[in-house]
């Protein structure tokens, strides 16, 4: 009797700079070790079970919760983190399918997947599916069309209820996004990514950040997709080591009084 088939992965590689990595940096900046760990839960359960998703519901945060050693509710700070701008997994599949995965995460499954496509095609749902043709290995097989997204959620999806913890339609993070304001001449946060900087470090110490940002933005013509992401990757290790006096001051409070002095010209500049 031939053997079944498997899905899933049995190893899966990590980067020797994985701990140098802008994204990886911003999760230990923003959730410390602790989000290290249930990422690495997350990308094992990823290539273990299906290759290149992993159905996250209730069940599947309780279970990491308690594989990890950590509360449900840091469990579901790091998916509110990791979807937010697809910065580790894709957002829109995530808040449609309540499923987690990302091209990164494709493409190393399917490079790990050659021997096996060297001698029988390998499946993978079009609907999640997230590499272009172009990107897609002659030994992939797509099932379904490959159609433009649809807003309503997969008949076949059993993992998304709605009772999962992290929801927010399209429209509302539209306005998010369009709600950015300038705390310096080249950097535009929302006023919920000011205050997220802000609960983590002293006001002193997230403002100098603001300006060395802002500096080197003027100074290169750098853009970025996102500057508080900017801020979480790189420049709060600058602004660490070169100003470590700043973060001995007290952290400010959740909500913030701040008057920004570009309030005038909310809107005016681009995203």
Known sequence: MAAPIKDGLDYFPLDCD???????????????????VVYLYF??????????????????????????????????????????DSLLFDNDIYRRYGILTSRAVQKRFQKIKKVVGAKRKVNVRADLWLLSDTDTEPYIEII???????AD????????????????????????????????????????????????????????????LNNYKLSSGKTYKSDYHAILSWVCDKVTKEHP???????????????????????????
């Not at 802008?22 to 070790?33: E, F, H, T």
């Not at 990308?43 to 919760?65: M, P, Q």
Request: glycine share 4%.
């Open 18 to 36: 994985f701990f140098y990595d802008p994204k990886i940096k911003s999760v230990r900046v923003r959730l410390k070790n602790d989000g290290l």
């Open 153 to 212: 959620k997969s008949e076949n999806n059993d993992s998304l209820s709605s009772d999962l913890p992290v929801k927010e339609s399209k429209v509302n993070k539209s306005k998010v996004k369009d709600n950015k304001k300038k705390y310096a001449d080249a950097v535009l946060m929302t006023e919920k990514e000011y205050d997220k900087l802000l609960e983590s470090r002293p006001k002193p110490f997230i403002d100098k950040c603001i300006e060395v």
């Open 144 to 150: 379904g069309e490959r159609s433009p997204k649809e």
């Open 43 to 84: 990308i094992s359960l990823i290539y273990r079970d299906h290759g290149y998703y992993v159905e996250c519901n209730k069940f599947t945060i309780l279970g990491v919760a308690d594989t990890v050693h950590v509360s449900e509710e840091d469990v579901i700070k790091f998916l509110e983190f990791a979807v937010d």
């Open 245 to 271: 006096d700043l973060l001995k001051q007290k952290t400010a409070p959740t909500t913030t009084s701040f008057e920004n002095p570009w309030s005038d010209e909310i809107g005016k500049a681009g995203v």
